[in-house]
């Protein structure tokens, strides 16, 4: 049962943390057991930081099934900074690098791959308001890319690639930021994920990166700043410099927390059936509507839109005041959106599909 003092938090990021973990971190927070000091103080080169980080990474390992050929780096910047960092470790400068652009993160991701590469976009779904996931083929990505870059789910939009797309020889990147162990991600598939941690992996200040080492164990332009650079973080552990030592220990709670709950199937399972009994809620109001391809909807992030922004508003009102909050649609889209990440509890969905019943019945609060 989730605390009543609590309310459900729909925020798209940073995001709700599970009871659990928070209360875990409370209980560790004025003395980290066996150090003698609060995890925020100690030396990240000490004994009770090495083992922080390695039961994370190996958590981490155990609940994505990541093969030892792949590195996990914990990176900082968010995962706005792996925009770039990717682009200055697997490309040259100038060299081709192909994109494709479903929504606002992609957008970015590409404005910030064309300062280091030649930046092509292959593939755009604008044409349906980033309503729908492109099909790639192989013949639409160019065999001497770099890379192929894509956001594997629209934080804004709430779409998910669900299908791989065929990318031939050229190394597979996706940004995981808002689905990353609420569904299950075939790490084999990629050459190199991406995701920033404030969605479901704890608090904000680091992004987690899982790469293929062959393909990041390279000398890469000596002019990329040391912090961007892959190899560095990988052959220093995650450590070349002063790490986000909370932000580590907040997603290693939250690893372990997943391992504990049934793992990321169990995390999917959980929010494919609190988004479908959403989706056909509101597939069948008249009130509520969402655009979304149905075969190209998230489980992560639910949009959906009533007819006039008064509704909107009045809408929002009536849930805040059921404890409901974070609702609103991102600034650049409007409307409403539901984050529904592993830390919501399972009350709150229901609790929001309630509230659409009585909106629409007429209620107001
Ligand atoms: C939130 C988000 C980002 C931006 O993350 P920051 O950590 O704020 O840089 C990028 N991509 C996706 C898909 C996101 O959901």
Known sequence: MANKERVFNFSAGPSAIPEDVLLQAQKDLFIYPGAGCSVLEMSH?????????DNAEASLRRIMDIPDDYAVLFMQGGATLQFSAVAMNLAKQGQKAAYAVTGQFSKKALAEGKRWTDAVKIADSSDKNFSYIPDITEDMVPQDAAYFHICANNTI????????????????VADWSSAILGAQIKVID????????????????????????????REIDPVVPIMLNYKVAMDNGSMYNT????????????FGWVEKNGGVAAMEKRNHDRAAALYEYIDNSKTFSNPVRPCDRSITNVTFT????EDTDAFLKMAKGRGMINLKGHRSVGGCRASMYNGLPDEAAPALIACMKDFEAGKRE
């Open 243 to 254: 790490p986000p030592c909370f932000s580590i220990y907040m997603a290693g709670l939250m």
């Open 190 to 217: 990629h050459d190199l994920i991406y995701a920033g941690a404030q969605k479901n992996m704890g608090p904000s200040g680091m992004a987690v990166v899982i790469a293929k080492k062959e393909l990041i164990d």
């Open 45 to 53: 080169r000490s004994a009770s930081f090495q083992e922080i980080i």
């Open 306 to 309: 009533l007819p006039t922004q």
């Open 157 to 172: 939009y709430g779409t998910t690639w669900w299908r791989k797309p065929e990318t031939g020889k050229v190394p597979f």
